[in-house]
Nanobody, 127 residues
Framework: QVQLAESGGDSVQVGGSLTLSCVVS????????LGWFRQVPGVERELGAI?????????SYADSVKGRFTISKDYAKNTLYLQMTSLKPEDTGTYYC???????????????????WGKGTLVTISS
């Protein structure tokens, strides 16, 4: 059974830092594109990932988080991370990790139709 379990969500002040984790089980970790998505309260989940990492470790970021967030993964622990710094009120939301089996063309992409999703972890940024 495939499971993605996020943790690390918390309430922090503006300018603070936080690291989210996502433990992935039940699928070959190295064969998947992995991404972090965010859902702002009262708004539908953003269609594109805020951060993604390919099977070979290539990373990509939404402009809104570029330079502040870092996505990484640990093969030994089957865990995906999102390090968040310089947090802003607009970073508030529920953060989801998701996995997509690497497409046949070998190019990862991160979108609402990912194969598997976690249940989310809440991040609240207060001023």
């Amino acid at each position: 059974q495939v499971q993605l379990a996020e943790s690390g969500g918390d309430s922090v002040q503006v300018g603070g830092s936080l690291t989210l984790s996502c433990v992935v089980s039940g699928l070959p970790f190295g064969d998947y594109c992995l991404g972090w998505f965010r859902q702002v309260p009262g708004v539908e989940r953003e269609l594109g990932a805020i951060a993604g990492i390919s099977d070979i470790g290539t990373t990509s970021y939404a402009d809104s988080v570029k330079g502040r967030f870092t996505i990484s993964k640990d093969y030994a622990k089957n865990t995906l991370y999102l390090q968040m710094t310089s947090l802003k009120p607009e970073d508030t939301g529920t953060y989801y990790c998701a996995a997509l089996f690497v497409p046949s063309n070998g190019r990862c992409w991160y979108y609402a139709g990912m194969d598997y999703w976690g249940k989310g972890t809440l991040v609240t940024i207060s001023s």
